[in-house]
């Protein structure tokens, strides 16, 4: 069984990650990239942690990226998600969709991240430049 959702506590190449999507079928192929940036609701950000419940948040990912598949009229999708310590700037979450036309591409993209980001259950923790910390919760990232 392909595996369409993974967490990775190290970085990850995302060229590697849209080649697996491609075969001569595909005219289209959309992606999303969510970095971690430098501020969140006006406070400056230091960096961040990313945690999760493993085997729940790998099995609900998987659900979101099979009901793309058959919801959409896409021909493959991908999610790889980081969890760990993460700098400003490194890439948080990838999204890969390929599709024989665009606008399916598109709009299982938006889906997926959508979806991933309200029900798998992935926590961020930041770090605040003043030395508070807190807490974020997937509905709320």
Not at 9 to 16: G, M, Y
Not at 36 to 44: E, I, S
Request: glycine share 8%.
């Amino acid at each position: 069984m392909t595996k369409h959702f993974s967490l990775s506590d190290t970085p990850f190449d995302t060229a590697s990650e849209r080649a697996k999507l491609l075969d001569d079928r595909v005219g289209g192929f959309a992606s999303f990239e969510g970095w971690v940036r430098d501020h969140n609701d006006g406070r400056p950000v230091h960096g961040l942690r990313y945690e999760a419940y493993a085997a729940l948040a790998e099995a609900e990912g998987e659900r979101v990226l099979t009901e793309a598949l058959s919801k959409f009229d896409i021909l493959d999708a991908r999610c790889v998600h980081r969890v760990g310590d993460l700098a400003i700037g490194e890439l948080a979450v990838w999204v890969g969709v390929s599709a024989a036309h665009r606008d399916a591409a598109f709009a299982a993209c938006r889906f997926v991240i959508d979806e991933v980001k309200s029900r798998v259950p992935i926590w961020k923790h930041e770090r605040y430049a003043d030395g508070d910390a807190g807490w974020l919760h997937p509905h709320q990232t």
